[in-house]
C-alpha cells in the first residue's frame, strides 16, 4: 500500500507541475507562430497581459470566466466519476434558456424570488438534460458519449426554436429572445460599477461559481455520495460488488455534473447576456469546459482557477487584433496546452509502469485514474 | 536522457502537425495582420492623434464569412493608411458585441462600425450611454440618436436586378429562391426578386423557401435541391451562410446560382450568374470618410443603385448581352425615378414566405 501511495502522491506533485509547464509551451508555440509570420511578440503578449490586469479589463475577465467556471466544474465532476461529461455544452444552453424563460415569464416577481427561482430552474433543465443521457446508458447501454453530442444539437435548435416562439422572441428587430427581467440579472449597481471602476457587465455571479466549486469539493472528497460516486468511476463491477447502485450513482452524477453547466448557463445569461440569441453555431461554453477540467486537474478548486486563466485568454485574445496580431492565437495555444496535458498523463504511465515492475492489478487502476483526470 | 529525446520528439511532432492544421488560416491572418503590424510603427512615430481611428465590430460570423463583415473590412482595409487607423474585434457570441464596443469606446476610437442588424440592441445601449461616441451600424434602421449613422441598402432594387436575369435566362419558367430568415428586412429580397422575375417572365413558377437560418449550409443545400428536383434551373439566395450550400448544390447539379451581397462567383466560377451586391465596403468607407473630414451626419443613409450602393455584381460573364441591356435599361428608368421596385409584401402577391 505504501508504493501505491507514494505513487499517487507522484501524480499529484507532478501534474501541477505539468500543467504549468504545459501551458509554458502553449505560449512558446504561440511565439513561434508570431515569429513566423513576422510579428512582433513582446507586443501581443504584452497587450494579452496588458488587458487582463488593469481593474476593468480584470473584472472583465472575472465576468467572462463564470460560464467557463461552471462548464469546467461540470466535465471536472463527470471525470471523477467515471463518465466523460462532453454533453455540458447543451446542458449550459439548456440550463440558459430555461432562466431566459423564467426571467422573461415571470419578470414581475421581486429579486429575492426570481433569482433564485431562475437559478433552480436552470440546474433542473440541466440535470434533466444529463439524467436523460444517463437513462438511455444505463436502459440500453447507449454510449453517453454519442448521446451526449446528439443531445447537444438537440438542445442548440430546441433553444432556437423557443427563442422564436413569440411570447419569448425580441419585440425588436434582432433574431434573439427579449431581454430578461431586471429583476432576475445579477449584475452590480451602476453606482458601485463607476465607483470601483468596473466593466460594465460586472455582476456577483462569480461567489456563486465560488459557491458551487466549495459545494463540488465537498460532494466528492466529503461525502459518502461523492465516495460512491468517484467508486463507480473507478471501476464499476468492484463498486456493484461492494454494494453500490451503479445505475443509480451514474444518473447521480451526470444529474449534478447536469445541474452546474445548467447553472453556468443561467449565470452567464443573468449576468452578462441578458439575452439569448438565436445560434447560428454552437457557442462552445461547454467544450471549453472540458479544456478547462483537464487544466484544473479535474478538481473543483483547480477548474475554479483554471476557468479564470481560460477567461483571461479569451478576454485578453480578443484585444489582440489592436496589436496586428489574430485572435486565433489563442486556440493555438489552448491547443497546444491541451496536447502537451495529454502528453504528460503518457508520461505519468510510463513512470508508473516503469516503478511497479509486477503488481498488474495497481498498474490497471492506475491507468483508471489517468483516465479519470 | 530518454525522456526528453521522447520529449524534445514529441515537441516536434506538435509543430510539424501545428504547422499543417494552422497553414490556412495563418496565411489568411498574415496579410491584414501584417498590414496592421506594419501600420502601427509607423503611427507611434508621427502624432496619434492625427490619425481617424475606425473600429470595427463583426457579429458572429467574424471577420472571414465571404460576406458583410469582409466586405466591410476589406472597404476599410482599402482607405488611405496615412489618415486612418482601423481595427476590428470579432463577436463569438451574442454577449460580445457590448464587451467589443466598450473596447474601442476605452481606446478612443473616433468611430465605431457596427455589422449587421444584431448588434442594433448592443450599439443603441452604447450610444445613449456615451453621447459623444460616433457609431455608424450596418442594416438597420431602428436607432434615432444624434451619434449614430445607420447604413442602410436598398437590396429589393439589387434583388430586382438579379430577379430580372433570373427571368430572362430560365429555361424550364421554374425559379428558386431561398431565404435565411423572415423579417421585413429580409422580405425586401424576395419582393425585389419575384417582381423581377415575373416582370422578365410572367408565367414564371417561382419556388421559395425560408431556412430560417443563417448558419445552416446543408439546410440551404437541401432546399435547393428540392428545387432542382421540381425543375427550377436558376436559384437566388438571400441566406447568408446557408446561402454556400445552395451555390454548392446549384453547382453539383450544374444549374445557375445567384448570389448575394458580395460577388460570390468564387465559390462556383461556372454557375454563379451573378450576384446581388450591396457595397457594404463603399458606405463604410464612406462614414469614414465623413468623419475625418468632419461631417458625419446621423440618421439613415441610403444606398441604392442612384448612388452605386447596391448593383450587380462585376462577374456577368455568364449573362446574355441582351439580357444585360435590359438590366441596364430598368437600372436608368429605376434611377431616374420612372421605375420604382415595390418594398411592401402587400404589392408583391407572388411572395409567399412572410404568411
Not at chain 1, 430552474?121 to 446528439?150: Q, R
Not at chain 1, 461492494?242 to 444529474?255: C, D, E, F, Q, Y
Not at chain 2, 446557408?242 to 461556372?270: F, H, M, N, R, Y
Not at chain 2, 444606398?303 to 444585360?324: F, K, M, Q
Request: negative net charge.
Amino acid at each position: 500500500m505504501d508504493k501505491k501511495k507514494n505513487v499517487f502522491t507522484i501524480i499529484a506533485e507532478t501534474r501541477i507541475i505539468h500543467i504549468l509547464l504545459s501551458i509554458l509551451l502553449g505560449f512558446a508555440v504561440g511565439a513561434f507562430f508570431l515569429l513566423i509570420m513576422g510579428l512582433d511578440v513582446g507586443a501581443a503578449y504584452g497587450r494579452l497581459i496588458s488587458s487582463v490586469t488593469s481593474v476593468k479589463g480584470f473584472s472583465y475577465v472575472v465576468v467572462y470566466s463564470i460560464p467557463y467556471i461552471m462548464t469546467g466544474l461540470s466535465v471536472a465532476f463527470s471525470f471523477r466519476t467515471g463518465i466523460f461529461n462532453i454533453g455540458s455544452e447543451g446542458q449550459f444552453v439548456m440550463g440558459s434558456m430555461a432562466a431566459a424563460c423564467i426571467g422573461i415569464l415571470l419578470g414581475q416577481l421581486p429579486s429575492a424570488i426570481l433569482i433564485p427561482l431562475c437559478f433552480l430552474g436552470a440546474m433542473v433543465v440541466g440535470a434533466v438534460w444529463g439524467i436523460i443521457v444517463g437513462f438511455l446508458k444505463n436502459k440500453w447501454g447507449i454510449n453517453e458519449v454519442l448521446s451526449m453530442i446528439m443531445f447537444n444539437w438537440i438542445a442548440f435548435y430546441l433553444s432556437n426554436f423557443i427563442a422564436g416562439i413569440p411570447a419569448i422572441h425580441s419585440d425588436g428587430t434582432a433574431e434573439a429572445t427579449k431581454n430578461i427581467s431586471e429583476n432576475a440579472s445579477t449584475l452590480l449597481s451602476k453606482e458601485l460599477i463607476a465607483d470601483l471602476g468596473l466593466c460594465p457587465t460586472a455582476n456577483w455571479g462569480i461567489l456563486v461559481a465560488l459557491l458551487m466549486t466549495i459545494i463540488a469539493w465537498l460532494i466528492i472528497d466529503k461525502t459518502t455520495l461523492g465516495y460512491r460516486l468517484k467508486a463507480v468511476g473507478f471501476n464499476k463491477t468492484a463498486a456493484e460488488y461492494g454494494g453500490i447502485n451503479v445505475s443509480r450513482s451514474i444518473l447521480t452524477a451526470l444529474a449534478i455534473s447536469g445541474a452546474l453547466a445548467g447553472l453556468g448557463g443561467a449565470l452567464q445569461l443573468m449576468g452578462m447576456g441578458s439575452r439569448i440569441s438565436v445560434f447560428s453555431s454552437q457557442e462552445g461554453y461547454g467544450f471549453a469546459g472540458i479544456v478547462v477540467a483537464l487544466m484544473g486537474c479535474s478538481n473543483p478548486f483547480g477548474a475554479f482557477f483554471a476557468g479564470i486563466f481560460y477567461g483571461a485568454l479569451i478576454y485578453g485574445g480578443s484585444k489582440l487584433n489592436l496589436v496586428g496580431a489574430p485572435t486565433q492565437l489563442i486556440n493555438v495555444i489552448v491547443g497546444t496546452v491541451v496536447l502537451f496535458i495529454a502528453i504528460s498523463v503518457i508520461f505519468q504511465r510510463l513512470k508508473y509502469v516503469h516503478i511497479n515492475k509486477k503488481p498488474k492489478a495497481a498498474a490497471v487502476q492506475s491507468v483508471k485514474e489517468g483516465d479519470d483526470k | 536522457m530518454k525522456k526528453i529525446l521522447a520529449l524534445l520528439l514529441a515537441l516536434c511532432m506538435v509543430f510539424a502537425l501545428c504547422a499543417c492544421g494552422s497553414s490556412e488560416p495563418a496565411a489568411e491572418d498574415a496579410a491584414p495582420a501584417e498590414d496592421a503590424a506594419a501600420e502601427a510603427p509607423a503611427e507611434e512615430e508621427a502624432a496619434p492623434a492625427e490619425k481617424v481611428r475606425i473600429g470595427m465590430v463583426t457579429d458572429v460570423g467574424g471577420v472571414n464569412d465571404q460576406s458583410f463583415n469582409q466586405t466591410s473590412w476589406e472597404g476599410l482595409q482599402a482607405l488611405d493608411p496615412e489618415v486612418f487607423e482601423v481595427n476590428y474585434l470579432e463577436s463569438k457570441t451574442d454577449a460580445d458585441y457590448q464587451t467589443n464596443i466598450n473596447t474601442f469606446i476605452d481606446e478612443g476610437y473616433d468611430l465605431i462600425i457596427c455589422v449587421g442588424y444584431m448588434l442594433a440592441d448592443a450599439t443603441r445601449e452604447a450610444a445613449e450611454a456615451n453621447p459623444d461616441q460616433l457609431f455608424a451600424i450596418i442594416d438597420d434602421s431602428t436607432i434615432d440618436l444624434p451619434n449614430v449613422a445607420c447604413l442602410m441598402f436598398a437590396q429589393e432594387q439589387a434583388s430586382y436586378l438579379v430577379g430580372l436575369v433570373a427571368g430572362s435566362v430560365t429555361e424550364s419558367k421554374v425559379v428558386g429562391y431561398v431565404q435565411g430568415m423572415v423579417s421585413d428586412s429580409m422580405n425586401l429580397f424576395g419582393i425585389g426578386y419575384i417582381t423581377g422575375v415575373l416582370e422578365a417572365c410572367p408565367d414564371a413558377q417561382i419556388l421559395q423557401y425560408n431556412v430560417n437560418n443563417f448558419g445552416d449550409i446543408a439546410g440551404g443545400s437541401t432546399a435547393a435541391k428540392d428545387m432542382i428536383t421540381k425543375g427550377a434551373d436558376v436559384i437566388y439566395h438571400a441566406a447568408g451562410g446557408s446561402g454556400i450550400g445552395v451555390i454548392s448544390a446549384c453547382d453539383e447539379e450544374g444549374i445557375w446560382a445567384i448570389g448575394v451581397d458580395t460577388d460570390q462567383a468564387s465559390l462556383a466560377p461556372d454557375h454563379v450568374l451573378t450576384s446581388a451586391m450591396k457595397r457594404v465596403d463603399v458606405a463604410s468607407q464612406d462614414i469614414s470618410k465623413a468623419v475625418a473630414e468632419g461631417n458625419f451626419t446621423a440618421g439613415v443613409h441610403m444606398y441604392d443603385l442612384s448612388n452605386g450602393g447596391v448593383d450587380l455584381a462585376p462577374t456577368r460573364d455568364h449573362i446574355p448581352a441582351e439580357v444585360l441591356e435590359v438590366v441596364e435599361a430598368a437600372k436608368t428608368a429605376i434611377i431616374n425615378g420612372e421605375k420604382s421596385v415595390p418594398t411592401s409584401v402587400a404589392d408583391c402577391p407572388q411572395f409567399t414566405l412572410a404568411e
